[in-house]
Nanobody, 115 residues
């Protein structure tokens, strides 16, 4: 079964930056289309950024221009650089295949944006 281990979250003030990482195992990572998802309290999980195996990226309107998704196939690792953080970015962030994730999820990493 595919495993996802997310890290890099934390407490940041508005306007700050964070870089999330996700190590993926038990999958041929280099050919997988991947994405970062987030779930805020009381809300459904949403896809915020995706990257294809060829490196084509796509972002939700809410994060466009502020977040950058990237991947290192040699390290089986997915990244999310988050700049100009806003309180509404507060959520648990997960990585998974995209756009149709199947199977179990990792534990996620908590991002809290607050002054």
């Amino acid at each position: 079964q595919v495993q996802f281990v997310e890290s890099g979250g934390g407490l940041m003030q508005p306007g700050g930056s964070l870089r999330l990482s996700c190590v993926v195992s038990r999958i041929i990572f280099s050919v997988a289309n991947m994405g970062w998802y987030r779930q805020a309290p009381g809300k459904q999980r949403e896809l915020v950024a995706g990257i294809t195996s060829e490196g084509i990226v796509k972002y939700a309107d809410s994060v466009k221009g502020r977040f950058t998704i990237s991947r290192d196939n040699a390290k089986n690792t997915l990244y999310l650089q988050m700049n100009s953080l806003k309180p509404e970015d507060t959520a648990v962030y997960y990585c998974h295949t995209a756009p149709s994730p199947r199977g179990s999820w990792g534990q996620g990493t908590q991002v809290t944006v607050s002054s």
